[in-house]
């Protein structure tokens, strides 16, 4: 019933109700899954029991009752995350995330946004946010290879050769990290601000690489994300990246794809 026809006795058309819900700015695909095992998702008001349901459309979908609008061109928006913000909706603790002063910084009328990685409770910088779960996980992949690129004020020990040699990767605790482009910037005795491009963006990836170097990490900032960068974008603040922008940058993320 859920199934859309097949073509030509091969494949169905359609795509995937988690990949329509993701381009229609509902969550991600992860979180749509979760969603639909949750028994939050419906389709004919009838209680959608598996993520492999193909669709052509959303027409009849609803997600807690409510019927899913149509989806709207992905919007990029650009925000200058300040430290002490939470990269989440709620905090059990309490404490602030992100939406709390996304409130006041975005314009009025902006979709549903959702970020595109994350930043550390301490790490602030630029943080970008999609209404479009398609492009958020495009741009979050490893396999993609999305540039990040971070200013890091250190304390300790290190040589620009010992940054260098991060070209090749590293191994800490078990965990392999890629490759790191990362330059010394410029220092004043034991302190320096180091500048380190990394395309796999896990978890804590920046400070656990510095750390290992046995470096102390007092300040993180990430000053650009693919082709997006941070500019002088006031701390707090947000603004909309163009739309010709954020197609093109599509376009090379799709050309990329379908290079693997």
């Known amino acids: 019933m859920n199934e859309a026809p097949k073509n030509n006795g091969e494949r169905p058309e359609g795509d995937r109700i988690a990949k329509l819900l993701a381009r229609a700015g509902i969550a991600s695909r992860r979180e749509v899954e979760r969603m639909i095992g949750e028994g939050r998702v419906a389709i004919g008001g009838k209680v959608l029991d598996t993520p492999a349901t193909i669709l052509k459309n959303l027409a009849g979908v609803t997600v ?27 905090d059990p603790k309490g404490r602030p995330t992100i939406y709390t002063a996304l409130r006041n910084a975005l314009p009025r009328g902006a979709p549903r946004l959702m970020p595109v990685g994350r930043l550390d409770l301490n790490t602030e910088g630029l943080l970008l946010l999609t209404n479009d779960g398609e492009l958020k996980r495009a741009m979050e992949l490893p396999a993609t290879g999305v540039p990040r690129t971070y200013r890091a004020r250190t304390f300790g020990d290190v040589s620009q050769r010992q940054l260098e040699d991060l ?42 690489v510095l750390e290992h170097l046995g470096l102390s990490v007092s300040r993180l900032i990430r000053t650009s994300y693919g082709p997006f960068e941070l500019g002088d974008l006031q701390r707090g603040a947000a603004a909309e990246i163009r739309q010709v922008d954020v197609e093109r940058f599509r376009k090379q993320l799709g050309a990329k794809g379908r290079g693997r």
């Open 64 to 90: 807690d009752g409510k019927p899913v609008a149509k989806a709207e061109a992905a919007r990029l928006f650009a925000f200058h995350k300040p430290s002490g913000l939470l990269t989440a909706e709620r």
């Open 167 to 208: 070209i090749e990767g590293v191994t800490i605790e078990g965990v392999r990290y890629g490759r790191i482009d990362a330059d010394l910037e410029r220092r004043t005795g034991r302190n320096q601000w180091i500048v380190m491009t990394i395309t796999e963006g896990k978890n804590r990836e920046v400070r656990r």
